[in-house]
Nanobody, 126 residues
């Protein structure tokens, strides 16, 4: 069983920055693909970024150039650095973990097949 705990959410003004963290534990085979999803108010969950255990990253188009996903394998910690934040980035942000194939396959943005954290709220005001 994989256990994920997010932190770092809060309120920020548009144009500002915020960094989310996620500590992960459990079988490594289920943590070779790590990522972030988000759920804006009144909308469904959407994939934001994923990273493989060897550092390959993929981003959804709406955050490219603004968000950076990274990991510290020694600390079993995943990060999401968010810059140039916009009000439309307001959402509950979730850390996810899954087997390696999730990062490489067309299902990377499919919420099924991942372990999930409980989420951390990010609110961006105008």
């Amino acid at each position: 069983q994989v256990h994920l705990v997010e932190s770092g959410g809060g309120s920020v003004q548009a144009g500002g920055s915020q960094r989310l963290s996620c500590t992960a534990s459990g079988p490594a085979v289920n943590r070779n693909c790590l990522g972030w999803f988000r759920q804006p108010p009144g909308k469904g969950r959407e994939g934001v970024a994923v990273i493989t255990s060897d550092g390959l990253t993929t981003y959804t188009d709406s955050v490219k150039g603004r968000f950076t996903i990274s990991q510290d394998n020694a600390k079993n910690t995943l990060y999401l650095q968010m810059n140039s934040l916009k009000p439309e980035d307001t959402a509950m942000y979730y850390c996810v973990a899954g087997p390696m194939f999730k990062c490489y396959s067309g299902s990377r943005w499919d919420s099924i097949g991942y372990y999930w954290g409980r989420g951390t709220q990010v609110t961006v005001s105008k």
